[in-house]
């Protein structure tokens, strides 16, 4: 009995320290079945090291990825390929890291019919992730992240639907669907134009096209809102001048959030920098709102 | 057998108490260029006494009116430099700069020579007395406010001293001029600022060898990673934001973030981990950080 009893310390103890000197993150894909487009759409899930044997409930941030992009690029470009397990069990949260297809904006489109991400990212998807893993199912514990088309989708989602996130960050964000103040060649702005044209049709204010589906044509709300905002972008970013202006918009409305430029291109190098700050930054929140310890 | 489970108990006690278990000393570092001694506080990561690895050391200057233990007693959260230092393995230094010296050497107060002070006599004792990483690759440098303007200030003289620099609400412009101040906070500044850097006579550019904001081709030279923060309410914003323009302008590398927030410590407590964060990378980059 007591030969046992000293073996279980001697396991507590050695799993303790397994649990600190390694990164174990398990990882599951779902396919997830979205009604409203009716088809099937994948997410990876991040789940701590520590997720089978703590029994508690984790706070979720969601990982947006980027034009031309899947579910599989936070997973699979950056340099580091462990870093998304590395911060799951530093900062204790699942990622879910759900597909937007390439060029769908994370809005529901009224002309296309399989392009319905907004009900897909903020209804189907927390649903399932709430019903499948122990989360926090509440805003408190809710938080939506992403890069370039990805952090457009996370402050318009979170703007929208502040009453689902208590955070929301962009890297490297399409501030401003409006292609005319990207830094990009003339054919490529052209290629999103008719993009957003077929997703949206022509745009009603042909001056500031698509304002009212972009971050910057939704600051009014953001003040309104209590959703903590993070943005940076990189000084030879495509979308710096985006980000500028949103920054701009929200200090002259007042609206509280962090803003970052740093050395960077709208490149993975900048994203695999960039995403350890907010993640620091979403920590924060979650500890001064109670959902971790 | 109770005796080995108690110890195992003990043991597994020990472990949880002693995750956070930096150490703090204070002590005392001698100024030959001022003929005089002064505090200095220590803050060692719970590693240091456990391995035999030589650590990076962050140099953290406090502000205006403050003194070498601000960080650690005026943050609300008591042992954030202590967790910082934890987490990072990383000695924290928190040297003396006084009420007012602005870490320069004083072309008119001999008794006020903080450049030669903190370069040329905290980091040497540092190195020649505990296992640190002996070199620029391994050493860093940051502050609040008036700290802030030290640490640019030090680090773009002398950048072969560090390996990265960064500013909380740096004091970066001695020339009040795009301060947002009070008659009241004005006057009081200028007779302090005046017993430092000399009279400012009649022209408002006698400071200016003294801008850290015009040092912006010195920090594109030396090419030292750069990380800078500044509160959207704080009284120095327009500086901040004027070095800012004028780094992206010569296109040298450095972070600046805008976050909420006035001249605080609710705003250092918040900005400090950032910079840790920052340093951290390339202090990993450098190949000098204890795992």
């Not at chain 1, 304002?211 to 905002?229: C, H, P, T």
């Not at chain 2, 924290?92 to 700069?97: F, K, N, Q, S």
């Amino acid at each position: 009995m007591m030969k046992s009893f000293i073996k279980y310390m001697l396991a507590g103890i050695f799993a303790l320290s397994l649990y600190s000197s390694s990164f174990a993150a398990r990882v599951d894909t779902l396919d997830i079945q979205s009604q409203s487009m009716n088809k099937i759409v994948k997410a990876p899930i991040i789940l701590p090291d520590n997720y089978q044997s703590s029994g508690k409930n984790y706070p979720v941030i969601y990982l947006l990825h980027g034009g031309q992009g899947s579910y599989k690029d936070w997973l699979s470009k950056l340099k580091d390929k462990a870093l998304l397990q590395k911060l799951v069990d530093m900062y204790q949260v699942i990622i879910v890291t759900p597909d937007g297809s390439p060029t769908g904006y994370y809005f529901d489109s009224p002309l296309v019919k399989d392009s319905q991400y907004e009900t897909f990212i903020s209804k189907e998807l927390v649903q399932k992730i709430d019903e499948t893993y122990r989360t926090i199912k509440d805003k408190k514990g809710r938080i939506i992240c992403g890069l370039s088309m990805g952090g457009h989708g996370a402050m318009y989602l979170a703007t929208k639907h502040p009453d689902l996130y208590c955070a929301a960050g962009s890297m490297s964000g399409v501030m401003d669907l409006n292609t005319a103040l990207w830094k990009v060649p003339a054919d490529f702005a052209k290629s999103r134009d008719k993009n957003f044209d077929r997703l949206l049709g022509p745009p009603k204010d042909t001056a500031s096209p698509y304002r009212e589906y972009s971050a910057v044509g939704m600051v009014d709300q953001m003040k309104a809102n209590d959703v903590k905002l993070i943005f940076d972008c990189g000084f030879d970013d495509i979308m710096i001048e985006p980000n500028r202006e949103l920054h701009k918009l929200l200090l002259a409305n007042g609206t509280p959030h962090d803003y970052i430029e740093r050395p960077g291109k709208h490149e993975w190098p900048y994203w695999e920098n960039a995403v350890a700050y907010q993640f620091l930054f979403f920590h924060k929140v979650l500890l001064a709102n109670g959902s971790l310890q | 057998m109770k005796k080995v489970l108690y110890f195992f108990a003990a043991a597994t006690l020990f472990c949880n108490v002693t995750v956070y278990a930096s150490k703090v000393d204070t002590i005392n570092i001698l100024s030959v260029a001022m003929n005089k001694a002064y505090k200095a506080a220590i803050v060692f990561p719970d590693a240091y006494a456990k391995s035999k690895a030589n650590f990076p050391v962050l140099y953290l200057l406090h502000g205006g009116y403050g003194h070498f233990n601000d960080w650690l007693l005026k943050t609300p959260d008591k042992m954030l430099v202590r967790n910082l230092s934890d987490q990072y393995n990383i000695i924290i230094v928190m040297p003396e700069g006084e009420t007012f010296s602005y870490y320069i050497d004083s072309p008119v107060d001999r008794s006020s020579q903080f450049e030669t002070y903190i370069t040329g006599e905290v980091i040497p004792y540092i190195d020649n007395n505990y296992r640190t990483v002996k070199s620029n690759k391994g050493r860093v440098i940051t502050g609040l406010s008036m700290g802030g303007y030290g640490a640019l200030y030090l680090s773009a003289r002398r950048p072969g001293l560090f390996c990265a620099a960064g500013s909380m609400s740096g004091a970066l412009d001695p020339n009040m001029s795009t301060w947002k101040l009070t008659p009241e906070m004005f006057n009081g500044l200028t007779k302090e600022l005046v017993k430092i850097f000399g009279p400012e006579t009649f022209d408002p550019d006698s400071y200016a060898p003294y801008s850290v904001v015009n040092l912006a081709d010195q920090m594109k030279m030396n090419g030292l990673p750069l990380v800078m923060d500044i509160g959207v309410d704080d009284f120095l914003l327009e500086p901040n934001r004027e070095l800012h323009r004028r780094l992206v302008y010569n296109h040298t590398p450095h972070d600046y973030s805008e976050r909420p927030g006035g001249h605080t410590w609710d705003f250092w407590q918040n900005a400090l981990p950032y910079q840790l964060l920052f340093f951290n990378k390339i202090l990993k980059a450098n190949g000098v950080s204890v795992q």
